[in-house]
């Protein structure tokens, strides 16, 4: 399924977008308070810059082709992700859409209702500039 994007910020080798039918969630959700919005600006730059640990940003267990960002991975109750998906667009770019939010995680565990959300987001494709 093909799907529009907007470009969120950049790097020499990095380009980070969000899926327009959900940028308003994800960016609204991103910058809720100052405390998500200073979590945001750590996560963002350690993407851009390549060092993001993988307790932040890494691919989903189930898929080879989702990554997933993890707001706050190691406090009880709040198991917020959101769902992206990863192109390389040629040997020295890598191009990042955030496609989805999935809110209220319960486990660290992938389950049916995710699954299939995650199969959903396997067939969206973006152009990209």
Request: charged fraction near 40%.
């Amino acid at each position: 399924m093909r799907r529009n994007c907007i470009e969120i910020e950049r790097s020499d080798k990095i380009k980070l977008y969000v899926d327009e039918e959900n940028a308003e969630d994800i960016l609204s959700y991103c910058e809720q308070n100052e405390k998500y919005s200073k979590k945001y600006n750590h996560i963002k730059e350690a993407i851009l810059r390549r060092l993001a640990p993988k307790t932040l940003y890494g691919k989903v267990k189930t898929t080879k082709d989702i990554w997933e960002i993890r707001f706050f991975p190691n406090v009880k109750g709040r198991n917020d992700r959101i769902y992206c998906k990863q192109y390389d667009a040629d040997p020295t770019i890598i191009i990042i859409v955030m496609v989805e939010l999935f809110q209220g995680k319960k486990s660290q565990k992938i389950d049916k209702r995710i699954q299939d959300r995650l199969d959903v987001i396997k067939t969206y494709t973006y152009d990209i500039e």
